[in-house]
Nanobody, 123 residues
Framework: QVQLVESGGGLVQAGDSLRLSCAAS????????VGWFRQAPGKERQFVAR????????YYSDSVKGRFTISRDNAKNTVYLQMNSLKPEDTALYYC????????????????WGQGTQVTVSS
């Protein structure tokens, strides 16, 4: 079993930065991939970024490429999402999720989910 806890959300202005954290416990993450998703009210859950824990290979949605960076800290068993140049359309509940498969952007391919952290960007 894997437990994921997100933190770091908040209310910021357009153009500001935030760093989200996803702390994992329960199992060694060396075989997993970890993704960040977001969901705004009334909308479907949307893929944001993914990192393969062992190789460090990353993927990003087009909407965040160049502004967001996903990274990991092996010693802390934590994945980060550095979000720069935030826009009001980035407002959503952000989730981290973990999986053993090679699925990249489909949320149904992820087995474990955190409870989410709210990011609100004002204009």
């Amino acid at each position: 079993q894997v437990q994921l806890v997100e933190s770091g959300g908040g209310l910021v202005q357009a153009g500001d930065s935030l760093r989200l954290s996803c702390a994992a416990s329960g199992r060694t993450f060396s075989r997993y991939a970890v993704g960040w998703f977001r969901q705004a009210p009334g909308k479907e859950r949307q893929f944001v970024a993914r990192i393969d824990w062992s190789s460090g290979v990353t993927y990003y949605s087009d909407s965040v490429k160049g502004r967001f960076t996903i990274s990991r800290d092996n010693a802390k068993n934590t994945v980060y999402l550095q979000m720069n140049s935030l826009k009001p359309e980035d407002t959503a509940l952000y989730y981290c999720a973990a999986q053993l498969s090679t699925v990249i952007s489909n949320p149904r391919g992820y087995e474990y989910w955190g409870q989410g952290t709210q990011v609100t960007v004002s204009s």
